[in-house]
């Protein structure tokens, strides 16, 4: 939901940036050009941070994975010990 709202920001703020640089009294090409920039800037920015987000939460679902299945493991082991199996590894 943030990531949404981040890009949804970062939208609006290329849509302001052009319209104001076109609607402006001066139509100098470098006021345009700093405003988009400016845009470009802030969209970079956000993807950046919407990156950082997803790759967050990779890692935790990584880790999440890695616990879920030591947990299996043990519990595999813990009964082939119960049972006096010969072999307890799992």
């Known amino acids: 939901m943030n990531i949404k709202r981040t890009l949804l ?13 076109a609607c402006g009294q001066e139509s100098d090409d470098s006021k345009v050009e700093d405003a988009m ?4 800037d802030t969209v970079e920015q956000t993807m950046d941070s919407a990156g950082e987000a ?4 990779g890692n935790s ?11 299996i493991e043990d519990t595999c082991e813990d009964i082939k010990e119960g049972v006096d199996a010969t072999d307890t590894d799992c």
């Open 61 to 71: 679902i990584e880790d999440t994975m890695t616990d879920a299945g030591n947990a």
């Open 9 to 21: 920001n970062a939208t609006l703020v290329l849509v302001t940036a052009g319209t104001l640089a």
């Open 37 to 40: 920039s400016s845009a470009g």
């Open 54 to 57: 997803l790759n967050d939460a």
